[in-house]
């Protein structure tokens, strides 16, 4: 049997992984903001989240270029701090990748049951994920090229979109009530700016299938986080301009809308318009891409733990004949399936953020101090302006899990009540190398 994944990954195909990772955000979650802040208060929010993002992305190319495992930030973490802190950062790092996807399958099968009513959420849910995992275990080369077709559908989409309403957009509309809650309202809006682009780290965990992960991995996340952020500013323009923040947020019945898009694209133009019924159609290729991808990268991280002995170690097998994470993908998924049956959307996405940020800090510190202990590392790809942007990155993310856990004090608890029972059973059970 293999031991080693196999290296098939392009620049192109690493760009339409980035890309699809995180395109999910776009199209529903990031309105929610809305109702903290208003749209000054979710501008600034976004604002600050995309000097994170930015500074992060160049950051996490020097430690996914010099340490390229599929572990990702685990790896960089065990590696500068040792199995300790390694252990921390890469249970975060599963913690994000198992929460995300059971949020956007939600919306999956929310999306399909609003064009098809006989067909249930939950089991479109379910079935999502089935399909899904079955083509992971396929092959990474047949995954990330149905990623890359589905992303691109995605992203013209979302040009389609912004071309189609962008004619109605009104600076009075924009600014309409435009602050609320004041300063309070930015904090409380910063989970839902950074699920404009969670997920995009997800690059990484795929570096061992990089053809050339030296200069290839730069390439793909480089160009990802710039079309993700062209994107997000298109899509918070056009979708609040049309008719105001209140009018892609609450529906008519009061309640908080999941689809601001459609809401939008329904006051540019007629409900019954092929627009109108194009855009909820491709908007669930949107969703199937995000979803797709962090089972992918999932998959990868939680291969990594049973390679080394983290978690069980039939999680760090390889399929003899496909050459993918089989086992970690198929637990990830049950551990999915189970979370959707809590149908609490909102606080699933709240954990994958507190994961994503604990993640983020960490490997922030691991570039830093792998600067300092490892100086001669071969470094193909070195972050500019350092140590500026990692530092930058670093305190905008302990900002933002500070102000995340003061506005969700009781998910807080579960979250970090998690990692301690995790990191007890790690220290109990862990014999060391074999």
Same mark, same amino acid.
């Given at each position: ?210 053809? /050339?992960?030296?200069?290839? %991995? ?7 986080? +710039? #079309? !993700?952020? =062209? $994107?997000?500013? *298109? ?107 809590? /149908?609490?959307?909102?606080? %699933? ?7 994503? +940020? #604990? !993640?983020? =800090? $960490?490997?922030? *510190? ?69």
């Amino acid at each position: 049997m293999s031991a080693h994944l196999k290296k098939t990954l392009s620049p192109l195909l690493l760009w339409g992984l980035g890309v699809g990772y995180v395109i999910s955000g776009m199209y529903f979650g990031w309105n929610l903001g809305l109702e903290k802040g208003g749209t000054l208060g979710m501008a600034i929010a976004t604002f600050i989240i995309i000097i994170m993002y930015v500074c992060f992305s160049f950051s996490y190319c020097e430690l996914s270029c010099a340490i390229p495992k599929a572990g990702g930030g685990f790896d960089y973490a065990n590696r500068a701090f040792g199995k300790d802190i390694g252990f921390i950062t890469g249970l975060a790092q599963i913690i994000e990748f198992v929460f995300a996807p059971p949020a956007i399958a939600i919306a999956i099968g929310a999306y399909l049951n609003l064009s098809f009513p006989q067909i249930p959420i939950l089991p479109a849910a379910i079935g999502a994920y089935l399909l899904f995992t079955a083509l992971n275990i396929f092959g990474v080369k047949i995954a990330a090229t149905f990623e890359l077709f589905i992303t691109i559908l995605a992203v013209a989409e979302l040009l389609l979109f912004f071309g189609v309403t962008i004619p109605y957009f009104s600076s009075e509309k924009l600014t309409l009530n435009a602050s609320t809650n004041g300063w309070e309202g930015i904090f409380a809006a910063i989970p839902f700016a950074i699920w404009f682009f969670l997920g995009i780290e997800g690059v990484a965990n795929v570096a061992e299938e990089t053809i /050339n992960p030296q200069k290839d %991995i730069t390439k793909g996340f480089g160009s990802a986080i +710039l #079309t !993700l952020v =062209i $994107l997000c500013i *298109m899509v918070f323009v056009a979708t609040i301009g049309v008719g105001g923040w209140e009018k892609v947020v609450y529906k008519a019945d009061g309640s908080l809308s999941d689809s601001p898009l459609p809401m939008a694209m329904g006051m540019a133009v007629s409900t019954d318009s092929m627009m109108y019924h194009l855009l909820i159609g491709v908007g669930l290729f949107g969703l199937i891409a995000s979803f797709h991808g962090l089972i992918l990268a999932g998959g990868r991280a939680t291969m990594e733990f049973g390679k080394i002995d983290f978690a069980p170690k039939f999680l760090g097998k390889v399929h003899p004949k496909f050459l993918t994470p089989a086992n970690a993908l198929i637990v990830n998924t049950g551990l999915g399936i189970a979370t959707l049956f809590t /149908n609490k959307t909102g606080e %699933i996405i709240t954990i994958a953020v507190f994961g994503a +940020l #604990t !993640l983020y =800090i $960490l490997s922030m *510190m691991s570039l830093l101090q792998l600067r300092k202990s490892e100086p001669n590392l071969e470094r193909p790809f070195v972050v500019p302006l350092y140590p500026a942007l990692p530092i930058t990155a670093l305190l905008i993310g302990l900002f933002s899990l500070i102000a995340m856990s003061y506005y969700n004090p009781i998910l807080a608890l579960w979250y970090f009540g998690a990692i301690v029972l995790g990191f007890a059973l790690f220290k109990i059970f862990y014999k060391g190398e074999k």
